[in-house]
Protein backbone atom coordinates (compact mmCIF):
# COMPACT_ATOMS: atom_id res chain seq x y z
CA UNK A 1 0.00 0.00 0.00
CA UNK A 2 1.14 3.56 -0.52
CA UNK A 3 1.06 6.47 2.11
CA UNK A 4 0.43 10.31 1.51
CA UNK A 5 0.68 12.99 3.11
CA UNK A 6 -0.77 16.24 1.41
CA UNK A 7 1.82 19.85 2.24
CA UNK A 8 0.63 23.27 2.51
CA UNK A 9 2.72 23.23 -0.81
CA UNK A 10 0.51 21.57 -2.81
CA UNK A 11 3.17 18.92 -2.92
CA UNK A 12 2.43 15.09 -1.62
CA UNK A 13 5.06 13.24 0.13
CA UNK A 14 4.54 9.71 -1.02
CA UNK A 15 5.82 5.97 0.48
CA UNK A 16 4.84 2.39 -0.29
CA UNK A 17 5.04 0.53 3.15
CA UNK A 18 3.41 -3.14 3.81
CA UNK A 19 0.17 -3.53 3.58
CA UNK A 20 -1.09 -4.27 7.20
CA UNK A 21 -4.59 -3.90 9.11
CA UNK A 22 -3.46 -2.04 12.10
CA UNK A 23 -3.66 1.87 11.61
CA UNK A 24 -1.12 2.42 14.07
CA UNK A 25 1.62 0.67 12.38
CA UNK A 26 1.55 3.25 9.93
CA UNK A 27 1.80 6.36 12.42
CA UNK A 28 5.12 7.01 12.42
CA UNK A 29 4.48 8.54 8.71
CA UNK A 30 2.09 11.43 9.83
CA UNK A 31 5.24 12.71 11.91
CA UNK A 32 6.88 13.53 8.68
CA UNK A 33 4.33 16.32 7.84
CA UNK A 34 5.86 19.10 9.49
CA UNK A 35 9.34 18.36 8.69
CA UNK A 36 8.36 17.44 5.15
CA UNK A 37 6.55 21.21 5.42
CA UNK A 38 9.66 22.97 5.96
CA UNK A 39 11.64 21.50 3.32
CA UNK A 40 12.61 24.33 1.12
CA UNK A 41 13.13 24.09 -3.13
CA UNK A 42 16.16 21.78 -3.75
CA UNK A 43 17.01 20.85 0.39
CA UNK A 44 17.88 18.02 2.04
CA UNK A 45 17.54 16.81 5.73
CA UNK A 46 17.67 14.26 7.51
CA UNK A 47 15.94 13.58 10.67
CA UNK A 48 15.41 11.00 13.51
CA UNK A 49 12.12 9.24 14.38
CA UNK A 50 13.08 7.48 17.62
CA UNK A 51 16.07 4.76 16.68
CA UNK A 52 15.63 5.19 12.58
CA UNK A 53 17.72 8.35 10.55
CA UNK A 54 15.45 8.80 7.19
CA UNK A 55 16.26 11.05 4.65
CA UNK A 56 13.86 14.00 2.97
CA UNK A 57 15.03 15.70 -0.29
CA UNK A 58 12.63 17.52 -2.05
CA UNK A 59 12.64 17.47 -6.07
CA UNK A 60 10.76 19.50 -9.12
CA UNK A 61 8.24 16.18 -9.00
CA UNK A 62 7.90 16.89 -4.81
CA UNK A 63 9.59 15.35 -1.90
CA UNK A 64 11.16 11.87 -1.41
CA UNK A 65 11.63 9.95 1.63
CA UNK A 66 14.65 7.80 1.54
CA UNK A 67 16.24 5.56 4.55
CA UNK A 68 19.39 4.29 5.76
CA UNK A 69 20.93 1.35 3.74
CA UNK A 70 20.64 -1.40 6.38
CA UNK A 71 21.90 -4.24 4.32
CA UNK A 72 25.33 -1.96 2.95
CA UNK A 73 28.13 -1.00 5.13
CA UNK A 74 28.28 2.76 4.86
CA UNK A 75 26.15 4.25 7.50
CA UNK A 76 25.59 7.48 6.16
CA UNK A 77 24.18 5.93 2.28
CA UNK A 78 20.24 6.31 1.79
CA UNK A 79 18.39 4.45 -0.22
CA UNK A 80 15.10 5.38 -1.83
CA UNK A 81 12.03 3.98 0.00
CA UNK A 82 11.38 3.08 3.49
CA UNK A 83 10.16 -0.18 3.38
CA UNK A 84 12.97 -2.07 6.04
CA UNK A 85 11.64 0.89 8.32
CA UNK A 86 8.32 0.34 7.87
CA UNK A 87 8.35 -3.51 8.76
CA UNK A 88 10.35 -2.57 11.81
CA UNK A 89 7.61 0.19 13.36
CA UNK A 90 5.01 -1.82 12.44
CA UNK A 91 7.01 -4.90 14.66
CA UNK A 92 7.37 -2.86 17.67
CA UNK A 93 3.38 -2.01 17.43
CA UNK A 94 2.47 -5.52 17.36
CA UNK A 95 4.66 -5.95 20.17
CA UNK A 96 3.34 -3.48 22.16
CA UNK A 97 -0.31 -4.51 21.28
CA UNK A 98 1.07 -8.22 22.22
CA UNK A 99 2.16 -6.83 26.03
CA UNK A 100 -0.10 -4.11 26.23
CA UNK A 101 2.76 -1.78 26.69
CA UNK A 102 3.10 1.83 26.11
CA UNK A 103 6.57 2.29 24.41
CA UNK A 104 9.78 3.81 25.42
CA UNK A 105 11.31 4.53 22.25
CA UNK A 106 15.41 4.87 21.74
CA UNK A 107 16.85 7.73 20.16
CA UNK A 108 19.22 6.88 17.17
CA UNK A 109 21.68 9.16 18.82
CA UNK A 110 21.66 7.40 22.21
CA UNK A 111 24.08 5.13 22.92
CA UNK A 112 23.80 1.40 24.45
CA UNK A 113 26.27 -1.40 25.44
CA UNK A 114 26.75 -4.60 23.73
CA UNK A 115 29.16 -7.42 23.87
CA UNK A 116 31.97 -8.52 21.12
CA UNK A 117 30.47 -11.85 21.35
CA UNK A 118 26.62 -10.57 21.10
CA UNK A 119 27.65 -9.53 17.33
CA UNK A 120 29.35 -12.97 16.85
CA UNK A 121 26.82 -15.15 18.11
CA UNK A 122 23.10 -15.96 17.06
CA UNK A 123 21.37 -15.71 20.46
CA UNK A 124 21.48 -12.81 22.82
CA UNK A 125 19.86 -11.64 25.86
CA UNK A 126 19.08 -7.81 26.48
CA UNK A 127 17.78 -5.47 29.49
CA UNK A 128 16.73 -2.18 29.55
CA UNK A 129 18.51 -0.35 33.09
CA UNK A 130 17.42 2.87 34.24
CA UNK A 131 20.10 5.61 33.27
CA UNK A 132 21.15 8.74 34.74
CA UNK A 133 22.89 9.92 31.50
CA UNK A 134 20.60 10.73 28.90
CA UNK A 135 22.97 9.67 25.73
CA UNK A 136 22.49 6.10 27.03
CA UNK A 137 18.96 4.20 26.54
CA UNK A 138 19.92 2.09 29.24
CA UNK A 139 19.99 -1.66 26.82
CA UNK A 140 22.79 -3.85 27.50
CA UNK A 141 22.96 -6.73 25.15
CA UNK A 142 25.20 -9.62 25.43
CA UNK A 143 25.62 -13.43 23.96
CA UNK A 144 23.92 -15.94 25.80
CA UNK A 145 27.66 -17.96 26.50
CA UNK A 146 28.98 -14.88 27.51
CA UNK A 147 31.51 -14.86 29.67
CA UNK A 148 31.92 -12.30 33.02
CA UNK A 149 35.06 -10.82 31.27
CA UNK A 150 33.79 -10.68 27.81
CA UNK A 151 34.35 -6.65 26.53
CA UNK A 152 32.17 -4.77 25.64
CA UNK A 153 31.44 -1.57 22.89
CA UNK A 154 29.34 0.80 23.06
CA UNK A 155 27.23 1.64 20.27
CA UNK A 156 24.65 4.50 18.56
CA UNK A 157 21.19 2.96 17.77
CA UNK A 158 21.80 3.70 14.24
CA UNK A 159 24.72 2.20 14.03
CA UNK A 160 23.04 -0.76 15.89
CA UNK A 161 20.59 -0.89 12.78
CA UNK A 162 22.70 -0.99 10.13
CA UNK A 163 24.79 -4.26 12.27
CA UNK A 164 21.43 -5.72 13.61
CA UNK A 165 18.18 -4.34 12.32
CA UNK A 166 16.23 -7.42 13.99
CA UNK A 167 16.84 -6.27 17.50
CA UNK A 168 15.32 -2.47 17.01
CA UNK A 169 11.87 -4.50 17.01
CA UNK A 170 12.13 -5.00 20.94
CA UNK A 171 14.45 -1.36 22.10
CA UNK A 172 11.24 -0.39 22.59
CA UNK A 173 10.38 -2.13 25.95
CA UNK A 174 10.75 0.29 28.98
CA UNK A 175 13.03 0.12 31.56
CA UNK A 176 13.48 -3.02 33.29
CA UNK A 177 12.18 -5.34 30.40
CA UNK A 178 14.86 -8.11 28.80
CA UNK A 179 14.32 -9.80 25.39
CA UNK A 180 15.80 -13.03 23.77
CA UNK A 181 16.86 -13.39 19.80
CA UNK A 182 17.97 -16.80 17.83
CA UNK A 183 18.85 -14.97 14.63
CA UNK A 184 16.04 -12.58 13.58
CA UNK A 185 13.59 -14.10 15.84
CA UNK A 186 12.61 -12.55 18.90
CA UNK A 187 12.08 -15.87 21.24
CA UNK A 188 10.89 -13.95 24.37
CA UNK A 189 10.35 -11.15 26.62
CA UNK A 190 10.67 -11.09 30.27
CA UNK A 191 8.71 -7.89 32.36
CA UNK A 192 10.14 -7.21 35.31
CA UNK A 193 8.62 -8.98 37.83
CA UNK A 194 10.38 -12.11 35.88
CA UNK A 195 7.25 -13.32 34.56
CA UNK A 196 8.36 -14.57 30.23
CA UNK A 197 6.32 -13.65 27.96
CA UNK A 198 6.82 -16.16 24.55
CA UNK A 199 6.62 -14.43 21.21
CA UNK A 200 8.01 -16.30 18.44
CA UNK A 201 8.16 -13.29 16.50
CA UNK A 202 10.41 -13.21 13.25
CA UNK A 203 11.88 -10.14 11.47
CA UNK A 204 13.25 -10.92 8.20
CA UNK A 205 15.79 -8.29 7.88
Do not use: N
Not at 174 to 192: E, K, M, Q
Request: aromatic share 8%.
Amino acid sequence: MKLHLRLPSGKTLSAEVADRDAPDDHAWFERLREPAAALGPGQSIELALDWAVLRLEDHADGPRLLEPDYAGTELDRFVPGVAATDRVFGAQQALMRTLRLTPQPVGAEQYLRVSAAALRQVSVVGHRHAESAPEFCGWQIVSVDTDDDEPFGQYRVRELAHLRLAWMVALGLPVGWSFRYAGHTLIDCVAPDGHTHAMRLSFDA
